[in-house]
């Protein structure tokens, strides 16, 4: 899940799926899920990081340091076309600039636990799409995971329940002045005031620079009705200790996918 800056580069515009397509690269369902995260991370992107992050207790301490630590970064979905290649081509098509596709380790995990797999026959990738903002800029903010269907590990269910439930959507930030501390208040006031469990996460030495990275994921405890119930928090560096001693509610966490909700097919941004 690299930060990659925009190029620049002038591309055509996104088509929305709504346009016939004739390639088969996915299906309908797919394909209508793609255009609610473009959609959503456009409005992601200009809204406060605090109402994306709601509900919040107005005036708290989550609020605050969400609004001044934390930035948009990205919105994700997971996708199943015919082949891998298909799918790249297929978004290169409609105007959203694919970055290179590479193996996603997290997520072929996070699939081979919850539906039983091997993962080592999960061949899921990931790249990032470079969309054109309403404040002009491009920026790679959507994040798709493809698990191809002539993957060996691919099955129909796998597909449905995924589609139904949206368990790899989340939206994403990146905090601006990472350090320690600062990353054990997030942590701290996102799961006192937001209902966020702490689910873990890891330190990359390839991605954000010389220091690598520090991802930190959350899901939101099911008792919320709030949408957006996935959240990531990326740090430059390695702040892997900041959490240490902090407790990871690993009973709370399976409960929330146990109870995760259905996915509206066309939720409000």
């Known amino acids: 899940m690299a930060f990659v800056q925009s190029s620049g580069t002038t591309r055509p515009s996104f088509r929305p799926a709504a346009e016939p397509t004739t390639d088969g690269a996915f299906r309908a369902a797919d394909l209508r899920r793609l255009d609610t995260v473009v959609r959503d991370a456009r409005h992601a992107s200009t809204a406060p990081a605090s109402e994306l992050l709601a509900p919040l207790r107005p005036g708290g301490t989550a609020a605050a340091l969400t609004e001044r630590e934390c930035t948009f970064d990205h919105c994700a979905v997971l996708l199943f076309p015919v082949t891998l290649e298909a799918g790249l081509r297929h978004l290169a098509e409609r105007g959203l600039a694919p970055l290179p596709a590479v193996p996603s380790t997290v997520v072929r995990a996070r699939l081979a636990t919850r539906h039983g797999l091997d993962p080592a026959r999960c061949d899921v990738h990931i790249t990032r799409l470079r969309l054109t903002l309403p404040d002009g800029r491009r ?86 009705p709030a949408r957006r119930r996935r959240f990531e928090l990326h740090c430059a560096g390695d702040l892997r200790g900041a959490t240490d001693g902090l407790p990871r509610p690993a009973e709370a966490v399976r409960h929330a996918y146990e109870a995760w909700p259905a996915a509206p097919e066309h939720p409000d941004a």
Do not use: C
């Open 139 to 224: 920026h790679p903010a959507v994040e798709v995971f493809l698990f191809p269907r002539d993957s060996e590990a691919f099955d129909e269910r796998i597909e449905a329940a995924e589609s139904a439930h949206g368990f790899e959507n989340h939206t994403a930030f990146v905090v601006g002045r990472p350090s320690g501390p600062l990353l054990r208040r997030l942590v701290t006031a996102w799961h006192a005031e937001a209902g966020l469990l702490w689910e873990g996460g890891g330190h990359n030495p390839h991605e954000g620079g010389p220091g690598g990275s520090t991802v930190t994921y959350f899901v939101r405890d099911h008792r919320s």
